[in-house]
Nanobody, 122 residues
Framework: QVQLVESGGGLVQPGGSLRLSCAAS????????MGWYRQTPGKQRELVAT???????NYADSVKGRFTISRDNDKNTVYLQMNSLKPEDTAVYYC????????????????WGQGTQVTVSS
């Protein structure tokens, strides 16, 4: 059993900052890619940022230069530092992780958190 638990969402004024955290726990052998997606009503879930185990990062064009993703492999935790927030950043943010539970050659699965609300408004 694997669980992802997000925290750090809330209400912030435009130009403000928030830091999201997501910790993976349970039966984990190795965590590969981790990341953040977001979704607003009526739209598909979209990628915000990802970071594979190797340490490289990938960002949506809309957040480049404002958001920073990082991870602590020892704690199976991924973070998203969000600066210069805009109203269009308002969404439910979902944590994502690609995880194997036995060995490097056992099946790998995608896991999702339940989401944390981020609202940017004056």
């Amino acid at each position: 059993q694997v669980q992802l638990v997000e925290s750090g969402g809330g209400l912030v004024q435009p130009g403000g900052s928030l830091r999201l955290s997501c910790a993976a726990s349970g039966s984990i052998f190795r965590v590969y890619a981790m990341g953040w997606y977001r979704q607003t009503p009526g739209k598909q879930r979209e990628l915000v940022a990802t970071v594979p185990s190797g340490g490289s990062t990938n960002y949506a064009d809309s957040v480049k230069g404002r958001f920073t993703i990082s991870r602590d492999n020892d704690k199976n935790t991924v973070y998203l530092q969000m600066n210069s927030l805009k109203p269009e950043d308002t969404a439910v943010y979902y944590c994502y992780a690609h995880i194997s539970q036995s060995t490097d050659f056992s099946p790998r699965f995608d896991y999702w958190g339940q989401g944390t609300q981020v609202t940017v408004s004056s």
